[in-house]
């Protein structure tokens, strides 16, 4: 068996590739399921999960631009023949730094306030602030676009079109993404029922004292 370091590096770089899908399938998982909790104990364990994985996005997202990049620099010396000249190979790596610029401006700091807030909250119904936070159209928004965007990348990894064509499929992909999370938000149980306790009501009980 005959193994090439480029194949080991693309070996590396789909695997890290598949990871990275595997936690933005639990991010939007935890978005769904805390848009939709009507109590801080339903919310607060995917607040935990996410508080833990959110700070690996970044990680995740330099740990594929490096492995790209060296993917690209090997490319020149396999059958392909690509490079940095290449239009599809310049669209994933512009792509791949405004998802990362996108993360740092819009999804850390709503994320991690979004956390904070369940993780300190009391027991009891979500409240206005937490809702508002959960069901933030700019935060969904970003989150499903980069997640589309992520897959177009794979899929110019894949097709390699010709760079005219390369920016459309990210474009694409990211107008997919905040198609989605429009959809997504609108099914949403409306805002006035959730959080709001039920009342239970008691039959009137009847007087000991026989009557007269």
């Known amino acids: 068996m005959h193994v090439t370091l480029a194949g080991f590096v693309l070996f590396l770089h789909i695997t890290v590739a598949i990871a990275a899908f595997m936690m933005a399938g639990v991010a939007h998982a935890g978005l769904q399921a805390v848009g939709r909790a009507t109590s801080i104990t339903e919310a607060r364990p995917w607040a935990r999960v996410m508080h833990r994985i959110e700070p690996l996005f970044p990680v995740m997202a330099l740990i594929l631009l490096g492995l790209g990049a060296w993917l690209v620099h090997l490319g020149a010396h396999t059958d392909d023949q690509f490079s940095f000249k290449d239009g599809w190979v310049l669209t994933a790596i512009i792509t791949l730094v ?115």
Not at 141 to 169: C, Q, Y
């Open 98 to 212: 405004v998802m990362e610029a996108l993360g740092g401006a819009v999804l850390a700091p709503r994320g991690k306030r979004l956390n904070m807030l369940i993780l300190e909250a009391p027991d009891g119904p979500v409240t206005e602030e937490i809702r508002a936070a959960a069901r933030d159209p700019l935060f969904w928004g970003v989150a499903h676009a980069t997640t589309l965007s992520f897959i177009g990348i794979v899929f110019l990894m894949a097709a390699k079109p010709s760079g005219s064509w390369a920016p459309v499929i990210v474009i694409v992909g990211a107008l997919l993404g905040l198609a989605a999370s429009t959809l997504q938000l609108r099914a949403l149980p409306a805002a006035e029922g959730v959080g709001v306790p039920v009342q239970r009501t008691t039959a009137p009980q009847r007087s000991s004292t026989p009557a007269g």
